[in-house]
C-alpha cells in the first residue's frame, strides 16, 4: 500500500496538484485510517464516520490544485472531518432526537477533539515505523516476516548476498528496538513482528 | 474552535511523535513541556500517549478500517479507472498477548468455574497488566517519560543526581553540595497501567502503584523529610533520628522515624487507609492523632479527622508491591476499581451492581481476561470491550 515519500514531499504535491492517481492513493493510504480513527472518536459510528471521511475524499480530488503543501492538505482533511461530524450530529440530534447523539454531541468538546486528533496523527506516524525503514531494510523485513521468503530467494530476487540480507533482517530489528520503550520492546516488536520475537529472547 | 487550534494540534502531534521516537530537537523538547505544562489535560493526554498499552489499543481501532476497499470505492464515485494489482498473500499474525506473557506463572489460590470464553476474539482485544511506567518531572517542568527512558544517569538537579538504575527504579544521590542549595522539588506521575519505585535522597525507598504520584525536594535537609502522595505507596524509610520522615496524603500526615508502612489515599476509596508493617509511626490530621505498632491500620474517612485504628492483615495491604491482588470479603466495586488502575480500563455496570464479594489472591500479571475468568461465575459475567469491562449481574 503505497504511501507518500516524506523525503520528497514537494514531488509528490506537484503531482497531487496536477490530478496524478497514485498520488492521490498514497494519500488516502496515509490519512484514511488516522482520520477514521478521529472521526470515530466523535460519532461513535463506525459506519457513518467511514462514509463521511470518503465524502472528503472526494471533495479533495476535486480541489486538487487548491494544495500547495502536505502541511495545507493535513490540515483541510482534518478540519473537514471535525466539521462533518459536527454538523452530523447536530442533523440526527434533531432528526432522532436519539440519546446516543446528545451524548455524542456532549461529550465532543474541543479537548476531545483536539486530543483525538493528536492520538490520530501520533498513531499514524508511530506505526508508520515499518515504512520509515531504509528501503533495502524494509524490503527483507516484510520478505521475511511478511512473505515468508527464505534468505536465499530474498538474496535472489533483491540481487544481493545472503549475508547482506541477514545483516539488513538484523539491522531493522535493532532500528525497532531503538524507536521503542522498555516495555514496549516485547510488545511492539511481537505485535509487529511475531516471528521476530525468538530473535529478540536470545 | 477554529482552523488555528486545529493547526497548533498537528503540529503538537508531531512534536509528541518524534518524543516518543526520541528524535527531538532541544527548542522542540522546550515547547513540547511548556505545551504539557499548561494544562492537567494535556499532561493527561501525555501520560495517555507514553503506555504502549493505549497506543497499541487505539492502533487496533485505527486498524479496523478498511483502506483498500474505501480507496476503490472512493476512486469508483471519482470514475478514476481501478487497476487491479496481484497481492503476494500476507501472513500477518498477531499473537495474543497473552502469548508474550507466558513467561509469568499464574498462581491462583481460589478454584472457580470456568464458564465460556468472555471475549470472542481473545487474541486480539484482551487488554495487558500494568508495568513500569512513570512520567518524572523535574523542577524547571522538564517531563521525562521514564520507561523512554535508557539507563544511567537521568539528570542532575542542584547536588542530587538522579539516575535510571532498571527497568522501573530510578535512584537519587545527593551529594553534600546539594546542602544549602535552593529547595527544588521532583514529583513522578505513575498513570493508569503504571507503577514505579524510586529511591529519595536519603535512601527510603518508596513503591508507587498505578494512578499514584509522589512530590518530594531533591534533597533533604532542615528539620523534616516530607513528601506528598496521591494514590497509594509503600514506604521503607532510611532512620534518622534528627530528621522526621513525613508523608502528607490527602490532608493526613504519616510520620515516621524508620519504619516500613503503606498508605493508601486514593480518593475514590472510601477511606484513607496506612498501614504499618515495621516500626512505628504516628497518623495525623487537623489535631487528631493515632500511634501505630507493627500490624495495625488506621482509617480516616474524608472530611473527617475521626481516626480509628486496628489490627490488619499486612500481606494484603502491601500484595500490590509484591505483584497480586488480595481481596479480603471486598466488594465488586472495590475489586474493579483495583482493576480499572492496574490495567487502565473503564469500568460499567450493566443492570444491578452485583452483591457478591470476594476473597483471594490473584497474580496482577496476568491478562483482563484471565483476572477476570477467575472472578466470573453463576451469578457474574464480565465482558471486554476495547478500554472497558463491563459487569453484569446475572441473577
Known amino acids: ?202 | 474552535m477554529d482552523e488555528q487550534g486545529i493547526n497548533d494540534a498537528l503540529r503538537m502531534a508531531g512534536i509528541l511523535a518524534r518524543y516518543l521516537k526520541a528524535e527531538l530537537s532541544e527548542e522542540e523538547e522546550k515547547e513540547l513541556f511548556d505545551w504539557i505544562n499548561k494544562s492537567e489535560s494535556n499532561f493527561r493526554l501525555f501520560a495517555n500517549i507514553i503506555n504502549e498499552q493505549n497506543l497499541e489499543a487505539y492502533h487496533q481501532d485505527m486498524r479496523s478500517f478498511n483502506t483498500d476497499a474505501a480507496r476503490e470505492k472512493v476512486k469508483e464515485k471519482l470514475g478514476i479507472p481501478v487497476i487491479i494489482k496481484m497481492q503476494p498473500k500476507r501472513r500477518w499474525y498477531i499473537p495474543a498477548a497473552a502469548a508474550i506473557l507466558i513467561l509469568f506463572s499464574v498462581s491462583i489460590l481460589f478454584y472457580r468455574q470456568h464458564p465460556k470464553p468472555l471475549i470472542s476474539a481473545y487474541h486480539k482485544t484482551d487488554i495487558a497488566p500494568g508495568g513500569n511506567k512513570a512520567i518524572l518531572t523535574l523542577a524547571n517542568g522538564t517531563h521525562i517519560a521514564l520507561n523512554y527512558a535508557k539507563n544511567g544517569k537521568l539528570a542532575v538537579q542542584g547536588g542530587t543526581v538522579i539516575n535510571k538504575t532498571a527497568n522501573g527504579q530510578i535512584i537519587y544521590s545527593a551529594a553534600s553540595s546539594a546542602l544549602g542549595a535552593a529547595v527544588a522539588y521532583n514529583k513522578i506521575t505513575i498513570p493508569r497501567g503504571g507503577q514505579y519505585m524510586v529511591v529519595l535522597p536519603d535512601g527510603t525507598k518508596v513503591w508507587l502503584n498505578a494512578a499514584s504520584s509522589l512530590k518530594y525536594p531533591t534533597a533533604f535537609y532542615g528539620n523534616e523529610r516530607k513528601v506528598e502522595l496521591t494514590g497509594e505507596g509503600y514506604f521503607e524509610v532510611v532512620h534518622n533520628n534528627k530528621l522526621p520522615f513525613r508523608v502528607v496524603a490527602d490532608g493526613e500526615t504519616i510520620e515516621d522515624i524508620g519504619t516500613h508502612f503503606n498508605v493508601n489515599a486514593y480518593t475514590d476509596e472510601p477511606v484513607l487507609t496506612t498501614t504499618l508493617l515495621e516500626g512505628k509511626i504516628r497518623v495525623s490530621k487537623d489535631g487528631a492523632s493515632a500511634v501505630l505498632v507493627p500490624g495495625q491500620q488506621s482509617i480516616l474517612p474524608p472530611n473527617s479527622n475521626s481516626i480509628s485504628v486496628k489490627e490488619a492483615d499486612t500481606e494484603e495491604a502491601v500484595a500490590w508491591k509484591n505483584g497480586y491482588f488480595n481481596f479480603n470479603h471486598a466488594d465488586i466495586k472495590t475489586v474493579m476499581r483495583s482493576l480499572s488502575r492496574w490495567y487502565d480500563v473503564d469500568i460499567a455496570y450493566e443492570g444491578n451492581v452485583p452483591g457478591r464479594h470476594f476473597t483471594g489472591e490473584i497474580h496482577r500479571n496476568l491478562n483482563a481476561s484471565q483476572v477476570l475468568e477467575v472472578l466470573s461465575d453463576l451469578n457474574i459475567s464480565f465482558r471486554i470491550d476495547g478500554k472497558k469491562i463491563i459487569v453484569t449481574d446475572k441473577k
Open chain 1, 1 to 202: 500500500m503505497p504511501r507518500i515519500d516524506q523525503t520528497h514531499t514537494e514531488t509528490f504535491i506537484l503531482e497531487f496538484k496536477s490530478g496524478n492517481v497514485t498520488a492521490f492513493d498514497q494519500i488516502f493510504n496515509q490519512f484514511y485510517n488516522p482520520l477514521c480513527y478521529f472521526g470515530n472518536r466523535i460519532l461513535q459510528d463506525k459506519f457513518a464516520t467511514e462514509d463521511l471521511v470518503q465524502d472528503i475524499f472526494v471533495k479533495l480530488w476535486h480541489k486538487n490544485e487548491d494544495f500547495n503543501s502536505l502541511e495545507s492538505i493535513k490540515s483541510f482533511l482534518y478540519v473537514s472531518v471535525r466539521n462533518a461530524c459536527l454538523n452530523y450530529l447536530e442533523k440526527a440530534k434533531v432528526k432522532t432526537k436519539h440519546a446516543d447523539y446528545m451524548m455524542a454531541q456532549g461529550q465532543a468538546t474541543e479537548e476531545t477533539i483536539l486530543h483525538s486528533i493528536i492520538e490520530a496523527e501520533i498513531l499514524r506516524e508511530i506505526f508508520d515505523t515499518v515504512d520509515t525503514l531504509p528501503e533495502q531494510c524494509r524490503k527483507v523485513i516484510r520478505m521475511t516476516f511478511e512473505e515468508g521468503k527464505k534468505p536465499k530467494e530474498i538474496a535472489d530476487e533483491l540481487g544481493i548476498t545472503v549475508s547482506t540480507v541477514n545483516n539488513q533482517k538484523m539491522r531493522g530489528l535493532g532500528l525497532l528496538k531503538k524507536r521503542l520503550s522498555d516495555d514496549g520492546l516485547a510488545l511492539g516488536i511481537a505485535l509487529f513482528f511475531p516471528e521476530a520475537i525468538h530473535h529478540l529472547l536470545k
